[in-house]
């Protein structure tokens, strides 16, 4: 970001305005003044929390920013949007806006051992064919995932993760993380707008920092680097986030719009070219622990070194992560709808740790399973501490013998899930004990049944309290009927109230009765009425989604819905017909079969349909069946002006069209919009592709013409 005679300048300036102190300003000096500071304190911070060099003592940078507040309240028509004392907190906010992400953010590919990374290398290599590949290697650093706009050179707005396809905009907290610059020197590059990918981390030693205050304040440790830096990030203070010593660190631009200025193929031809330049824009990139490497053999011996030496680095990473290095490469390998196909992670070893197995429990699963959970003596492991852990099923209990009392091995898969290796059986005492399964349901006390075939015991009993209760939360949750207010605690409320016992219960709730009840308040109340209201005309596909059918999830759901005009149409489906539906095999269309040939269900649907709830296909539910692009392919690439991506392929999708993530031959159309770079280039040499501009694109639909 600095030359070295920069630098030196600086510095010296620091010291001149340390010296000047609070002298006098009149408006011919004031906004010279003021930008020296400006400056000076941008330096001090790019020195502190990027490069870890401080150059000013804390009570000089603490006078420095004193004086360049006292000027900029003198003086404010001098007061730059990205000053300094612009990240201070405005005061508290009450709720975090939801803005969409210009481009999805994906999750990445995992892999576990040499051999996966190997047989990624193999279809790296299919897709580019003839070409050579060489690799990033970076840290997977394990904190919170952001999204940063700028435009104009000034940050604009920062994003959670969320779900990938929109999160909340925490801008007043993104401000607050002095890592993160307010204003960047991308124009000087051509660049008009750019959105970058990062992870807010806090590091190893702030976070110990912290957690000693907090037991010194009397107040329980934070669990982990990770859930602190995602706590943190939602805090409604944003004057909070600054005592935490969170640390962003930015490895992927998602996004760029440029002016007619040719690209400089130095910056922006190469992953490791690009972060670099991000580096020497101001901001903290991992291009000092990356390496680039000319094969897949590099790549594991650089993975191998970083997971021996990961205990000794100031943050917490759970592996690397393996990218194509040239930009056009990864143009051309695309992504799923899941993951962009020219990354992969590679995961560490799993964390592993010894406890106690000191009793299990039983838990009844919405669809009826039966899940033991051994409850251990609690252990720290991988950052976390875990003090109960998933059995499974019986026959993995029988598998490793496991026993109350015994010594076992916990292990964090991935370092996200815990389980139990194995017992110690060396550690045995003798007064050990079997696990014991029951024959009954610990909730309803009905006779448990295994199905052939299956590893699970199962309740049938389809008033059982503990089901009953799962259907509801699931029922309306966010990717189902999507009834918010109401979640797993006002649901358990009402039930252990007695309101809800079965679905259709949810539309007939007294909201006089709601209102009365503590902290609930006539707005919460309200709320939850509208959602419920909203909940009646949901799409067909989250209904059947909603109603918890075994096996079948969101794609399944709509797979069904889009087969039929009326939900209870899958009544008179055989398991034959439903097996010729795409995607759906003989255990799903059992399932479904099933679950429509149990008079309780049908009353179920009655109840809802009574009730109001939109039991019938719409029209705009049909999308992919019929229309002007039916069976027709398109890709949109480019920065589009006329109209977002997502609602060009939004309508692509409801006239029958599919959307493709690459140029190849099945491509029928690419809508090119400015700099649309290496997919345009490819699609011309193919010479079977129709281009399109966006005008083209908007009259073909107008037209309705093919």
């Not at 053999?297 to 690397?320: H, N």
């Not at 610990?442 to 448990?448: M, Q, S, T």
Request: hydrophobic share 35%.
């Amino acid at each position: 970001m600095y030359q070295a005679t920069e630098e030196i300048k600086l510095a010296q300036l620091a010291k001149t305005l340390l010296t000047t102190g609070n002298a006098e300003h009149n408006n011919e000096n004031a906004e010279n003044y003021m930008a020296q500071l400006r400056a000076v304190i941008n330096y001090a911070d790019w020195k502190y929390y990027v490069q870890d060099n401080p150059v000013l003592a804390d009570q000089e940078y603490d006078q420095l920013f004193r004086q360049l507040k006292k000027t900029e309240e003198q003086f404010p028509q001098f007061l730059k949007p990205d000053s300094p004392t612009q990240r201070i907190a405005k005061g508290l906010s009450n709720k975090f806006p939801t803005v969409l992400h210009l481009v999805p953010m994906l999750s990445l590919e995992n892999s576990y051992n040499e051999a996966d990374l190997r047989e990624w290398d193999k279809r790296c290599h299919s897709f580019l064919p003839n070409e050579t590949i060489s690799y990033t290697v970076e840290p997977k650093y394990d904190g919170a995932g952001i999204s940063l706009y700028y435009e104009n050179d000034l940050l604009q707005r920062g994003v959670t993760r969320g779900d990938g396809v929109q999160g909340e905009d925490i801008s007043p907290n993104i401000r607050q993380i002095k890592s993160i610059p307010l204003s960047a020197p991308f124009s000087a590059k051509g660049v008009d707008s750019i959105e970058i990918r990062g992870e807010v981390i806090i590091p190893k030693n702030a976070f110990e920092k912290y957690n000693t205050q907090r037991l010194e304040a009397g107040l329980p440790p934070l669990a982990n680097p990770r859930n602190a830096a995602s706590g943190t990030l939602r805090m409604l203070d944003p004057s909070e986030i600054s005592k935490r010593g969170l640390h962003a660190v930015l490895y992927h631009v998602s996004y760029i719009t440029h002016d007619h200025r040719p690209q400089d193929p130095q910056i922006f031809g190469h992953h490791f070219d690009l972060l670099r330049w991000l580096y020497q824009c101001g901001f903290s990139t991992p291009v000092k622990d990356m390496k680039i490497c000319r094969n897949i053999e590099e790549v594991i011996a650089c993975c191998r070194d970083y997971e021996a030496k990961r205990d000794s680095l100031p943050f917490e990473i759970d592996g690397m992560v393996v990218k194509v290095n040239n930009l056009n490469q990864q143009d051309d390998m695309g992504q799923t709808t899941h993951h962009p196909r020219w990354a992969m992670a590679f995961k560490f070893k799993a964390r592993q740790a010894t406890s106690k197995l000191l009793r299990t429990e039983f838990q009844v699963g919405r669809t009826g399973t039966i899940t033991p959970v051994a409850k251990i003596e609690p252990v720290a492991l991988g950052g976390v501490t875990i003090s109960s852990v998933s059995l499974f099923n019986e026959d993995i209990v029988r598998e490793k013998d496991l026993r109350i009392g015994d010594q076992v091995l916990v292990e964090r898969a991935g370092d996200v899930i815990p389980y139990i290796v194995k017992p110690l059986t060396e550690l045995r005492q003798g007064n050990e004990m079997p696990i014991r399964f029951p024959d009954h349901c610990p909730e309803c006390g009905e006779v448990l049944v295994k199905p052939e075939g299956e590893a699970a015991w199962r309740c049938i009993n389809i008033i059982c309290p503990a089901q009953v209760v799962e259907h509801l939360i699931h029922y309306a949750s966010k990717d189902a009927m999507d009834i918010r207010n109401l979640g797993e605690a006002n649901v358990r409320r009402f039930y252990e109230l007695g309101w809800l016992k079965t679905i259709p219960d949810i539309y007939r709730l007294d909201f006089e009765q709601i209102r009365s009840l503590p902290k609930m308040g006539i707005k919460s109340a309200e709320n939850l009425k509208m959602a419920i209201e909203a909940s009646r005309l949901q799409p067909l596909s989250r209904l059947i989604f909603g109603l918890g059918i075994r096996f079948v999830g969101e794609t399944t759901a709509k797979t069904l819905a889009s087969s039929v005009q009326h939900l209870l149409d899958l009544r008179d489906r055989s398991v034959e017909q439903l097996c010729q539906l795409e995607d759906i095999g003989p255990k799903v269309a059992a399932s479904v079969y099933q679950f429509f040939h149990i008079p309780e269900n049908i009353q179920l649907i009655s109840d809802l349909a009574d009730s109001g709830v939109n039991l019938e296909q719409r029209q705009d539910e049909h999308s992919g069946q019929s229309g002007i692009f039916q069976d027709k392919t398109f890709l949109f690439t480019g920065t589009l002006s006329h109209f977002k991506r997502s609602e060009a392929e939004a309508q692509v999708e409801a006239q029958g069209g599919k959307i493709l993530s690459g140029v190849s031959s099945k491509l029928n159309y690419l809508v090119v919009g400015a700099d649309a770079g290496s997919k345009l280039e490819k699609a011309k040499k193919l010479g079977s592709i129709t281009i399109l501009k966006e005008e083209d694109f908007l009259a073909l639909m107008k037209d309705h013409i093919i």
